[in-house]
């Protein structure tokens, strides 16, 4: 016959229950990791869906404007040089974009190339900045 003190079921008893709670945390946290990577493959399909026009039927970008009727404030007639407007424009008819985009650009690029050097310092050259 074996005898046991107190102190050792109490201590056999709180092994037992840190035991069983380590468990329960590691369930939980199993639980938990396992819905964040569904919920993370659940909205990555929906991101891809969406990139694709699945969820709009929805092929390709269509412009819904020939971009014709875009005013330009004072500020950008004043700066905007003319001779370049025919250019942006043509380009725009071509690739379906606003001409006033193309403009801002190059604004924004090179002060409508006006900086003497037109290349960045991470490598990006001409007038609106391409990386080669």
Sequence with gaps: MMLV?????KALNTLYNYKKKKIKIYIGLGISAAILVISGIVMAVILVMGAFGVLTNQKELVPTSDYS???ISEI????IPA???PL???AAEKYKLPWTLL???HRIETRFSSIKKMESNVG???PVQVRP
């Excluded at 003190?5 to 079921?9: D, E, P």
């Excluded at 950008?76 to 700066?79: K, L, T, V, Y």
Aim: aromatic share 12%; proline share 0%.
């Design 5 to 9: 003190s107190t102190f050792q079921v």
């Design 69 to 71: 009727d875009i005013n």
């Design 76 to 79: 950008g007639e004043n700066q």
């Design 83 to 85: 001779e370049y407007i």
């Design 88 to 90: 942006y424009k043509k």
């Design 103 to 105: 403009a801002s650009i």
């Design 124 to 126: 990006a050259q001409g």
